[in-house]
């Protein structure tokens, strides 16, 4: 085992080596990890529990403290699907993998588009997105080039039923006709990746070695649309939000995708999916009772319009995300306009003071004064009130005629 520090989170994790993996696999290991989880491990214990737990288990000490952390923090991401409370991790390998509701809606996806298609996991790493295809589908293969994560891998995965695990290079295809399923790696020495080209494999010579196959690749969520395009990618860009966080984009082949759609946004905690198929002549007016702030799957995916259209709602500004309605649909939050001024820090005080407020949320959208930056203009404001409300800073119109407007608001929830 090899301990390194982390850059990006200025800690100290733990770099699994195959003994290690083989020990925690064992029947020896799995009870040392019973035992070490009733350890609580936390912040104020952990070195005085890692050093009674290293008087016990001596060298293997590292590999069962750093597993049985992770185990706790995959445990609000992965415990839908069977069995994960007695997977192995790596750090990286669970900070990638993609949360058990995405892979789920994922597989779904896959195994509609291609009922009857062997899926190929090129990129397997512990297994998550084979865990969740499993349910749908008996005829699967993963590879990977770590061996470490593939041996978790087989270690996490040995109630699914796989033609197998391989250890083989994404970039050197072992089959012919399978739908390919990638997740190219995106971070290295604790940093992200954010460069496509940087990615492991590199998501142009993925595209490459994989033309005309039937595809599904996992990348950042903050993606550019116009590399992909310029990589020669034809077909749709789905983005993907669970608990109100946008979790990944996954870029689906021409053959897995519906016809006539480039663009996707799914909402998983409501169900609800747009395409930029779908109709998108939305008004542009004044604010009305309410301002919503679509999910950010939806702006992502630049399909604002379109939600607009779907739940009855207007654009306050043809280049602006917010949306406005006399109407809340139902279950999204949104924020009930008291007032609206033409936006000043001075102004914006004046009015908070008359409202009341004590605790403000701030959004800023298309204003890029640093003055509106919402932690420093919430500590400048001081306010003192009893009230918790909402401002919603934004640029009404463009060119000479842009101004900055703030929508002192009630918020909905």
């Excluded at 993996?21 to 009870?31: E, I």
């Excluded at 033309?211 to 983005?239: C, H, N, S, W, Y």
Aim: with cysteine.
């Amino acid at each position: 085992m090899v301990l390194q520090r982390d850059g990006h989170r200025s800690q100290t994790v733990l770099d699994f080596q195959a003994d290690d993996v083989g020990y925690l696999s064992s029947a020896a290991g799995n009870a040392d990890l019973a035992e070490v989880a009733g350890f609580a491990l936390t912040d104020a214990t952990r070195l005085a529990d890692t050093a009674a737990l290293r008087s016990r288990f001596g060298d293997r000490t590292p590999a069962l403290v750093e597993t049985t952390l992770l185990r706790r923090r995959a445990a609000a991401k992965l415990a839908e699907l069977p069995g994960t409370s007695q997977w192995l991790f790596t750090d990286e390998a669970l900070q990638q993998a993609s949360a058990a509701p995405v892979a789920r809606h994922r597989a779904h996806r896959i195994s509609t588009a291609a009922p009857d298609a062997v899926v190929h996991d090129v990129t397997c790493s512990i297994g998550t997105e084979l865990a969740a295809l499993s349910e749908r589908t008996d005829r699967l293969l993963g590879s990977d080039l770590d061996p470490v994560r593939l041996a978790m891998g087989r270690h996490n995965l040995a109630g699914a039923t796989l033609a197998g695990l391989v250890q083989a290079d994404a970039l050197a295809p072992v089959t012919r006709d399978a739908v390919v399923l990638a997740d190219p790696g995106r971070r290295g020495g604790g940093r992200r990746r954010f460069d496509p080209a940087d990615y492991q494999p590199a998501l142009d010579r993925l595209l490459e070695v994989y033309t005309g196959r039937d595809m599904v690749v996992k990348t950042a969520p903050g993606i550019d649309f116009d590399t992909i395009t310029r990589l020669g990618f034809q077909g749709e860009i789905e983005v993907t939000s669970w608990r109100a966080s946008v979790r990944e984009a996954c870029l689906w082949s021409p053959g897995l995708a519906a016809p006539g759609v480039r663009r996707r946004a799914t909402i998983l905690d409501r169900g609800e999916q747009l395409t930029d198929a779908d109709p998108d002549d939305c008004d542009v007016r004044a604010a009305g009772r309410w301002i919503i702030d679509p999910d950010g799957a939806v702006v992502r995916a630049g399909l604002v319009r379109q939600y607009g259209v779907r739940h009855g709602l207007w654009q306050l500004d043809p280049g602006i995300a917010y949306l406005s309605g006399d109407r809340l649909p139902d279950g999204v939050r949104g924020f009930e306009v008291l007032e609206a001024l033409p936006y000043s820090e001075k102004r914006l005080r004046q009015a908070l003071v008359a409202h009341d407020c004590g605790a403000l949320e701030i959004l800023v959208r298309g204003v890029r004064d640093a003055q509106a930056d919402p932690d420093g203009l919430r500590r400048r404001l001081r306010l003192r009130g009893g009230l918790s409300l909402s401002v919603v800073i934004t640029r009404i119109g463009a060119g000479t005629a842009a101004r900055p407007i703030a929508f002192v608001c009630r918020p909905s929830r």
